[in-house]
Structure formats: C-alpha cells, structure tokens
C-alpha cells in the first residue's frame, strides 16, 4: 500500500505552521522567489569588496572566507563603539511589540521573522552572547545565541527582506530604528562578500563609469536625444539641452533610471521641457550620472565614494548650485549623509531660484535642492501656465516615497505640484501615507526579478490602499516622485490592481504645461492620444 | 427548515469558524494578528480573507452562476499564491467550508430533509476549489509575465545587445583581447 496521503488540512499547513522548535533554533530555509542572486566575483572585485566569488545563496556551500565569525564580531565590536545609536538599539528595546505588525513584509508574508523586533532580535540575539555579561553567562535564558552558520544565513534572508523603510521606527515608543539594525546586518555580511548581484553590479558600474547601468557618455547623451525627438513630435518645440557645460548657472542630477526605465523616461522629458520654457541655465552630467546610491544598500564607506562624484563634478563645472530629480534614496543620501561625508560644498552658493528669487534655506549646507521644492516654488509665484484640464483623463492619487516622507519630511510640495496640475486628487487612507506611508515593497536594491515573490508580498499594503482609492473613486494613476517607485510600483499594480498606471509628478507637471510657442497639444508625453482631440 | 434556512441562520458561527480555520494555516503569532487588527489597510490580509469569504459564503447559499464567486475568490487566492504556500496549502482553505458545515451541523436533530441539499452545496464547493485553481495558476503565470515585461522595460537589456553597455570586465582580462576589440568595434557601430 502506497504512503498515506496527508488530508487536506495536514497539507495546508505543511509549510507555514511553525515547527515545534523556537524561533531561535528553527534554522532557515532559503525558499526560491525571495532572494536575489549572490554577486558574480567581477562586480566585488571591481570595488574591491572581500571574497570575491560567484556563489549562490540557493546551494548549501556559500564559500565564506575562513575565520568569518572572528570577521563578523570584530565588526560589531567596533561599529559598537563608533556608533552610539546602534549600541542603544541592541540594548533599550522592551519588546512592547508596537512595532510588530507594522512592517508591510510581515503584513503581507505573516511571516513572525519579518515583524521589525524580531528581525532585530536577530541580531540582537548574537550581540548578547559577545557582548553582554548576562548572554555570556546564562546563553538561551538570556535571549542569547551563538553566530552559527545557520545563523548567518538567518540574517541575511531576512536582512534582504527588510527595506529599511522605517515604517516601525514611527511607531516604537523608543524610537528604535530597525532600519538601522538592517544596515549593519547587510555591512557584516557585506565584509564575507555576501551581496546580492542586483546591488553589487550597479555598484560596480557606478563606480567606473557613475551610474548604474555602467553607461558612458555618449549613450546617456544620446538617450536624452531619443526624448527630444518625442518631446517635439507632441509640443512642436525643439529643445537643446546641454552636457557638462561649465560655467552653467545650475547642475542637474537624476537617478538613470529615469533615462532607460519606462516610465520615468516620461519624468525625464518633464524636467527637459520644465527647464527649457524657464529658461533654466543648467547642465545635465555625463559623469555625475547617477543620482540613486546602491552603495548606501552596501556599506557607509561605499556609499560614500560613489556620492563623492557630485560635488566633485559641481566643482569641476563651477557651478552655483544643485537641483536633484525625483529619487527616494537618492534623497536619503543627499539629505542625511553628503554633507558630512563629502562637504562642505563651500565652493558653491545657498541655492536661489533663478526665476522667483527665493533662497532655499533648507538647502543651505547641502546646496542641493529637491525639484518638488524647486516647482511648487514657481507654481506658488505664479511663474508656469498651467492648464490641468489637459490631465482630466486622470484620477491621481500620491505615492509618498519612505525616504522622502519619513526621511526628510517632504510631504506637502508633491501634493501642491500635483493639486496645481491635475484637477482630480485623491488621498489615500490616512494611516498608509505621509510619514505612515508604506514601502513600495521593493526598496533598497530589492527590486530584481527573481525575488518576485518576495516583492508582491511586501508591496500588498501599498497596493490594498491604492485598490481602495480606485475602488472609491475610480483613480487611475498613481503618482509619485521616486525613480525605484516607478518601476516596482508598475509591476506591483499590473499584480495587484492592473488598472491603475503609475507616472512620476513631473510626467503631469509638463502635459499640463503650457508652452511658449507650441502646437495644440493632442498628445500626452506616452504619446497617447489626448481625451477629446481623436479626431486631429 | 431547509438547508439554505439553517445556513443563513448559522451564517455568522460558520463564517468565524471559516475565518479561524483559515487564518490558523499561518504561524501563531500571525493568526493573533490576522484576527485581532480591524483596521483593513493596518491589516489587509486578514480584511481581504474575511470579506472574501463572507461575499463567497453569501453567494453559495444564493444558488446563483458561479463564476459571479470568482472576483472574491480571486481576492483571496491572489495574496495565499504569494504567500510561503505549496499550491495545495494555498487552496485548502475552500474545501476547509465544506468540513466547518458539517460540524455546524451537527447539533441539528433531524438532518434527512438537508442532505439531499447538501450534498448538492458540497459539489458547488468543489466547484468553487476547481475555480481557485485556475485563478492561482493565473496568478503565478502573471508573477512570470511580470518578470518578463520588467526585463524588457529596463531599456538596459536592449543596449546591453545593442552592445552599447560596457560591462565591467574581468580583471585577468588583458586590455586588448580579441573580445575587447570586438566589443569597442560594435560600440562604435551601434553609436554611430
Ligand atoms: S516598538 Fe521599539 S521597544 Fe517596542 S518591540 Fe519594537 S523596537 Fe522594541
Ligand atoms: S525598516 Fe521597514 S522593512 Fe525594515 S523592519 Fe522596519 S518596517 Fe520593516
């Protein structure tokens, strides 16, 4: 007689009811669908990143360079010491669990490793053993645990499945940031050579050629040509801009991505047809290509080298001052860390609009201002026609990107550039924007394909909310001012809700547009054609 | 009292009992969660799983076409065919109605005049398994399409065949090997 087959209700739960074992002795099962592949041996070495290697997280053997425990505690023991913050977040956390269900992982996979104070107590579970008296001492009744290989493999399946959002820092009453227990998961095992090749290769390619797709300058330059061409087949207006032109007034900074990426190829053309009708004197760059950062997804020393290419070429150009492009962890970078890593800029001037004459104190050290900050100003002086009749076809609601939002607190500007815009705007619920705003589900360098499976999940409660809205109020296109949200929202609501459409703020900000000497719009920046003009 | 009288009168103990079965397939401290949080955006999956079987469960015992069950179910199926399941662990839940019934029905004394009925309602819930299956099979083929067309709309895998993307190369790669000229010489045609 054949095996007897498990019933219906024993087979359910084959997979995700937990085994007897704790948490802390339930060793990892690395599942297909939720990683991302290991980094090919070229892109470490390009960096000069340690253990360089092809490996692959799916095979028993990770090829770890001996002695790597010693490698792992050293670091903690010093990043211990260099960092206050860390330290306290190893030590104060009361396990309240208000932050438990707010991370859009857990909310979406139920899987318990993925609520924020066990994805710390990951970590925290070894920092006891090394370095507290209580761990050494009493081991598993103090929450103690040993760095194990399985250990290991622990931190970094879960550690890549962590955003670094944010999204349960709002909500601990210590205000313990688990984003940040994350980057120093990601840091050790960055030091065995355990990265992922979505994060290494653009890493790579940055620091040789600075940006992600490892472009050279003809192509970027040539890729903003393909856009011109479209921008005069729907406007009639020729625009010239201009690439590494010293002595411009401004230097222009965007993530690539809105260069090669359906649909912030759209955002782009917006920026080229904003800055031509004011007349702006700016300069794109072909070395400081590259305004997003996967350095930041490696290491504190990584990230810093490859930001150091914007002042270096602000410095080179010898120009005033910087406007950034729509970026969420571009933002992050520039906003939190450039300053004190690569500054002071003290080369370059507190940015003052050109057009309106206002001086964005709020950039004063960093120099670098946000184009949302640098649009709503001219909107609010009147200084753009605006017709936002022509975006009438839109139902808008607005994706606050985690970095900006909870990062640094840009919250009204998108909306007030998109409220001047598109006449139908709605808001999602109050409890899934603004600084409570889920994660697209796919930020910080999560945003391959092969994890697939891994990025619906986390990007469910984004995606429930947008779903209410259309359901609600028939809202059709979800806006947003972040290149990585460009791209993994589209793919998350072809899943989730397939007809809603994804753009970025500055794609409505140039249909609605009006500008000096162009033909009557009867297309939009897709080249669709425009409600109500079918017959021209 | 007819089946569909019993049901209706059971229908909110059938639906918690539903509910629970369901939600016990996840790690216990989840299913606290799952069951606990009200809030529908704080909590979508638990939210979606209990309007979408309450929506199911009204539409069975309505009698009506079927496939008028299917946006419910598909509610439900889209988030379990993402979730740590096996195909057959992600589907359970519809063949789950039919034992929660039963027991439901237990207590009633004298069972003859609903069982013709029943059995009738228990093929019905078969039929609504063979839909989920369906819809899960769609849904994993849309994550696989989703691959695919995100492949294809970073521009970058074109200019990589366009040869016009310079991979970092190798390091043991001397400077000017064959591959290396070859590369330099199509980029110089595909920039031309
Ligand atoms: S909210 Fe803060 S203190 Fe409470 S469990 Fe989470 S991290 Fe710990
Ligand atoms: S930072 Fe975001 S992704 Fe990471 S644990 Fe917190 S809520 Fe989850």
């Keep these: 007689m054949a095996t007897k087959l498990p019933k219906p209700d024993e087979l359910a739960k084959i997979d995700f009811t937990p085994p007897e074992t704790g948490w802390m002795d339930t060793p990892v099962e690395i599942k297909p669908g939720m990683f991302c592949w290991g980094a090919k041996a070229k892109n470490l070495r390009a960096v000069e990143f340690p253990n360089a290697r092809d490996w692959s997280p799916a095979e028993e053997d990770w090829k770890l360079p001996g002695e790597w425990e010693g490698t792992v505690l050293e670091a903690m023991a010093d990043r ?9 977040f190893m030590d104060i956390c009361v396990r309240c669990g208000a932050c438990a269900d707010k991370c859009h992982f857990f909310i979406g996979s139920g899987d318990p490793k993925n609520m924020p104070v066990l994805r710390a107590e990951l970590m925290r579970s070894v920092y006891r053993k090394y370095f507290t008296t209580p761990g050494k001492v009493l081991g598993k009744l103090a929450g103690a645990r040993e760095l194990t290989y399985d250990v290991l493999k622990e931190w970094w399946y879960y550690f890549y499945q962590c955003t670094e959002c944010r999204r349960c820092s709002v909500f601990c009453p210590y205000g313990i940031d688990t984003a940040e227990i994350t980057m120093m998961g990601r840091e050790f095992t960055n030091l065995l050579g355990l990265n992922t090749d979505w994060i290494a290769g653009p890493v790579a390619n940055c620091y040789m050629k600075g940006n992600h797709l490892g472009l050279e300058p003809h192509t970027i330059k040539s890729s903003i040509e393909f856009f011109l061409d479209d921008i005069e087949t729907v406007t009639g207006i020729k625009i010239e801009p201009t690439f590494n032109r010293k002595g411009a007034e401004i230097l222009f900074v965007t993530p690539s991505g809105d260069l090669f990426a359906d649909p912030g190829t759209y955002t782009a053309m917006g920026y080229l047809m904003l ?20 350095g930041y997804f490696t290491s504190n020393e990584m990230a810093k080298r490859l930001n150091s290419k914007i002042y270096a070429e602000a410095k080179r150009l010898g120009v005033k001052w910087i406007i950034g492009g729509e970026c969420g962890h571009m933002w992050r970078v520039l906003n939190q860390y450039m300053d004190t890593w690569n500054g002071p800029a003290d080369f370059l001037e507190v940015p003052k609009s050109p057009i309106t004459g206002t001086v964005f104190e709020n950039a004063k050290s960093t120099k670098m201002v946000h184009i949302t900050e640098f649009t709503a100003d001219l909107i609010k002086n009147g200084k753009l026609k605006l017709d936002p009749s022509r975006n009438d076809h839109l139902k808008v609601t607005y994706h606050d990107s985690c970095n900006t939002a909870r990062g640094m607190g840009l919250l009204e500007e998108p909306r007030y550039v998109i409220k001047s815009v598109c006449n139908n705007f709605y808001e999602m619920p109050e409890n899934t924007i603004r600084e409570q705003t889920f994660c697209c589900g796919s930020g910080t360098g999560l945003n391959a394909s092969e994890n697939m499976d891994l990025r619906m999940k986390g990007g469910f409660p984004r995606a429930n909310a947008v779903k209410y809205v259309r359901d609600k109020h028939g809202v059709n296109m979800l806006a947003n001012i972040c290149a990585i949200d460009r791209a993994t929202l589209k793919a998350s609501m072809e899943y989730w809700v397939p007809d809603v459409t994804v753009c970025g703020t500055h794609e409505l900000v140039a249909n609605a547009l009006v500008m000096k000497g162009e033909k009557e719009r009867t297309q939009d920046l897709r080249l669709e054609t425009l409600p109500g003009k079918e017959g021209n | 009292m007819n089946l569909k009288d019993v049901l209706s009168e059971k229908r ?31 909590n979508p999956v638990g939210a979606t799983i209990s309007q979408g079987i309450e929506n199911i469960f009204d539409e069975l015992l309505q009698g009506g076409d079927i496939g008028r069950v299917s946006p419910f179910l598909d509610n439900i ?17 519809i063949f789950n109605l039919k034992k929660v019934i039963r027991e439901e029905l237990e207590s009633e004394a004298d069972k003859t005049p609903i069982l013709k009925d029943l059995t009738a309602l228990e093929s019905r819930i078969d039929d609504l398994a063979l839909l989920s299956f369906n819809i899960y099979m769609q849904c994993r083929e849309k994550l696989y399409d989703i691959r695919a067309n995100e492949v294809k709309s970073r521009t970058f895998r074109l200019l990589q065949r366009a040869n016009l993307i310079c991979d970092i190369e190798d390091q043991e790669q001397e400077p000017d090997s064959e591959d290396n000229k070859l590369i330099n010489i199509k980029r110089k045609e595909a920039a031309q």
Excluded: M
């Design chain 2, 12 to 42: 909110s103990a059938i639906l918690k009992r539903w509910f629970d079965v369901i939600v016990e397939t996840y790690p216990a401290d989840t299913a606290v969660f799952l069951k606990n949080q009200k809030d529908r955006f704080a």
């Design chain 1, 80 to 88: 211990l010491s260099k960092y206050r913050s860390f330290k306290l």
């Design chain 2, 77 to 93: 199926v889209r988030i379990r065919a993402v979730q740590d399941f096996t195909p057959s662990g992600a589907l359970t839940f």
């Design chain 1, 275 to 294: 800055f031509h009708e004011l007349g702006l004197d700016y300069t794109w760059s072909t070395y400081a290509s590259e305004g997003g950062n996967f």
